[in-house]
């Protein structure tokens, strides 16, 4: 098969791949590659005295995805830090691939899980760093975003099927035994974080399709606010609908992101890479077998003469509509004929000991709408774990209510919510909530014993009055 995809980008290379790497398979795909080659949005060089974290979800995510960027920091003389939240064990198919069965013990999954931590010293050993530079926290492959909707309160833990635990498994992980909680991945997070003192930070996007890289992406944002370090922070995006495009190893090509991401106000940053870089990147993608065997064209997909990436801004709240994040591929929405996300949210302070949130969505919601909104709020100077998680269900006509996460109670009473045509108001009448500086919004919107549509997390920052 390598042999002939080889012969293939040779071919490509005569004709085929100059007009791919320009037109890709949209019509917005010249101005993405003029963009990403623009000077100006070139991501920041790396220098000797810096300090480079890369989070990844899964041992190969850094390979994939910031494999250039490592080498650039190498190469710069910088120091380089991986840390892996997830030892990648819930891979029943690559488990298929390699032994020829299903994964069928939480033993087989946690084996799993140890190859792929082998394959991730193999393939950073490739890049020029060493195992003493990675960090592996152990924490359930495809649950952690789960653990952050659901499990904060302390002395709990989820259970994860796979690996038939309730508690990081892994003897070599950073913490052996720590519970699958919330409050436990923040905390591991930032003990590597206040250790390495990065001064750029690579993580994944939040518009990314996969539970875990979305649950990265918050518990960095949790982490980074909780120790008050201002690195540089850039996203990268791996999961999303027609993206790489073309999805084939085709290392003449640029790497675009989708259409509907560069129309958000995310700064856009590209990496550009040499032909060694590219090569090197494609070889040390090629050591992580257990993915390649069963995700080749994604994985080589990436090895393309750029790396992609996205300046972390959290955008501003105030009384004034402030557009919320979509994925506009949803069926969802092409089932509904968009007519219940979220289109605008805005945020002010009526009274003294009052965050109010106004949500707006495109028709006034009838006899069967209902929405789950999730309002995390984040205050300077108070440790995030113990800030309220508040879980608001909504359904019209009848009194919304609430509970916090992290106590386990129902707060209902200080949580007032009104609808006015196709706004619904919010006022949170708690400490934890009216002296927030940020806020963490999701929301799931849609009708009574249908899927609800789930918007992207998104991190806002407010206003102080």
């Known amino acids: 098969m390598i042999v002939l995809l080889v012969a293939t980008s040779v071919f490509l290379a005569g004709g085929a791949a100059a007009w791919l790497a320009f037109f890709g398979s949209s019509a917005a795909a010249p ?44 190469s710069a003389g910088a120091k380089v830090h991986i840390v892996y939240l997830t030892y990648g064990d819930n891979h029943e198919i690559a488990y298929w691939a390699l032994k020829k069965i299903p994964a069928l013990t939480p033993g087989q999954y946690r084996a799993l899980g140890e190859l792929r931590r082998s394959e991730a010293v193999k393939g950073v050993a490739s890049l020029g760093l060493t195992p003493d530079c990675l960090t592996f926290l152990g924490y359930p492959d495809s649950g952690t975003l789960r653990i952050w909707e659901t499990t904060w309160q302390p ?103 989708p259409a509907f991401v560069t129309s958000l106000p995310l700064p856009l940053r590209s990496l550009r890479l040499t032909t060694g870089e590219v090569a090197l990147k494609y070889a040390t993608t090629m050591l992580y077998r257990t993915q390649v065997d069963v995700s080749y064209r994604l994985l080589a997909s990436f090895s393309r003469r750029n790396e ?118 919010i006022d949170i009448s708690m400490p934890g909530a009216a002296a927030a500086t940020q806020v963490m919004l999701h929301i799931r919107a849609g009708y009574r014993g249908l899927s609800l549509y789930s918007t992207p997390w998104q991190v806002f920052s407010l206003p102080s009055s």
């Open 155 to 257: 002395g709990t833990s989820r259970f994860h099927v796979a690996t038939g635990t309730r508690s990081v498994p892994y003897a070599d992980a950073l913490n052996p035994g720590s519970p699958y909680n919330a409050a436990a991945i923040t905390a591991d997070l930032e003990t590597v974080i206040r250790s390495f003192r990065p001064t750029v930070v690579l993580f994944p996007s939040p518009l990314d399709l996969n539970p875990d890289h979305q649950a990265a992406y918050l518990f960095v944002t949790a982490a980074l606010g909780d120790l008050d370090l201002q690195p540089s922070r850039y996203t990268y995006l791996v999961h999303q609908r027609h993206f790489p495009t073309p999805l084939l190893y085709n290392p003449l090509a640029a790497l675009t992101p």
């Open 308 to 425: 992609v990436f996205f300046e972390d801004q959290h955008m501003p709240l105030s009384s004034a509509d402030a557009p919320f994040f979509l994925i506009p591929t949803d069926f969802l929405l092409e089932r509904f004929g968009h007519n219940v996300e979220l289109r605008a949210v805005t945020a002010s302070r009526p009274r003294p000991g009052t965050l109010r949130l106004i949500l707006s969505f495109p028709v006034a919601p009838t006899e069967d709408s209902v929405a789950e909104v999730s309002v995390f709020p984040v205050t300077a100077g108070v440790p995030f774990a113990g800030q309220p998680k508040l879980i608001i269900n909504l359904q019209h006509g009848q009194e919304a209510s609430a509970m916090d996460l992290v106590s386990g109670a129902s707060v209902t009473p200080s949580v007032v919510t009104t609808e006015n045509g196709t706004d619904v108001t």
């Open 31 to 74: 101005v993405l590659t003029a963009m990403v080659s623009a000077p100006g949005n070139q991501l920041r060089d790396f220098h000797s005295i810096d300090s480079l974290l890369v989070v990844a979800p899964h041992p190969d995510d850094e390979c994939i995805a910031t494999a250039g960027a490592i080498l650039h920091a190498v």
